[in-house]
């Protein structure tokens, strides 16, 4: 009774730090980096269940390295899972399977916390047996999550689970401009890309009492509207709401000297954490955000400050 007052009383605090520091933003293009607009870009913060696309993107990393269908290979509901608490929208319970592509759909879309536990047990899992070690797969999948943070220059990134509560000492703490990177480099991955542009997705969970449908929503307003490609919602009481967004826009076409056509990809990311208004928050940053961007370019894309101006996104895998 004493320890559960505690911890109440930590996460009051913890709550109440997120709210003081108030709302964090980056507007960045994600090819050429250009960072467009930011606000506390730096500052370190819970970011709830943006954890959730380093998740994704582990489980994709892992599938493209290993030539698996994740439609094909099924992942079952460890007991760890259960006992983080929180939502259960499938009604998952110990032993439940389904595809690690249903489950990816229902942490993705759904923000299920349950069904990224199972993917992170499944793929950590596989990733310790393919090394020939034994061990907590949910840990070595998380220790995998921070090595690609570490890869890719998440400076102030650190990811405690898979899934982004606050349990116990397990913290997923970041800021707007890692979460930024994160989401330019999960968005160079087609499966990321096709798993978090859905609206809506058909589910199969296989039980005891035999397979059982359901579809899972996108939390995400945005999606549906022009351009719109993803990526993830948040929301814990210590992070406030956050939304990190990926819109497209048609591509730039040049052509070359030599009458070759050079095509440039053109996508924003929009990071936005800690705002109750997320969705139009982010929303209002995309006609300004490409403003800016075509300022930019007319300008003939002029770097003063290469650290500070640009945000350097390496594909190490």
């Known amino acids: 009774m004493m320890r559960a007052f505690f911890l109440s009383i930590l996460a009051l605090f913890s709550a109440v730090a997120s709210a003081q520091q108030g709302e964090a933003y980056m507007v960045v293009e994600a090819n050429s980096g250009k960072v467009l607009m930011a606000a506390n870009s730096v500052v370190q913060r ?74 992170a047990n499944y793929v950590g899992g596989e990733m310790l047996r393919a090394r020939g070690k034994t061990g907590d797969p949910v840990a070595a999948f998380v220790g995998e999550m921070n090595e690609l943070g570490k890869a890719i220059g998440l400076l102030k990134t650190r990811f405690g689970n898979p899934h982004g509560l606050e349990v116990g000492k397990q913290r997923c703490t970041s800021t707007a401009a890692d979460i930024a990177k994160l989401s330019i480099y ?19 969970v296989n039980g005891a009492g035999g397979k059982r449908g359901y579809k899972i929503q996108n939390t995400n307003e945005l999606i549906g509207e022009p351009n719109i490609l993803g990526l993830k919602t948040g929301t814990t009481g210590a992070a406030g709401p956050c939304v990190s967004v990926s819109v497209e826009r048609d591509p730039l076409v040049r052509e070359k000297a030599d009458g070759e056509k050079a095509v440039t990809p ?20 995309i006609n300004p955000g490409w403003a800016a961007f075509d300022r930019w370019v007319a300008a003939g894309a002029p770097i003063e400050n290469k650290a500070k101006e640009i945000l350097d996104v390496p594909n190490p895998r």
């Open 266 to 285: 053109r996508r924003l990311i929009i990071v936005v954490l800690n705002n109750p208004d997320r969705f139009n928050r982010a929303r209002g940053f």
């Open 186 to 204: 999960a968005m160079r991955k087609p499966g990321v890309t096709f798993i978090s542009r859905q609206k809506e997705r058909q589910v199969t």
């Open 46 to 119: 819970p970011v709830a269940s943006l954890t959730k696309i380093a998740t994704c993107v582990i489980a994709v990393d892992w599938a493209d390295a290993t030539g698996t269908d994740l439609s094909q290979v099924t992942a079952t509901v460890p007991p760890a899972a259960l006992a983080i608490g929180g939502p259960n929208p499938l009604n998952l319970q110990v032993g439940d399977s389904m595809s690690v592509r249903d489950a990816l759909y229902s942490a993705m879309l759904g923000s299920d916390n349950i069904a990224a536990m199972t993917v």
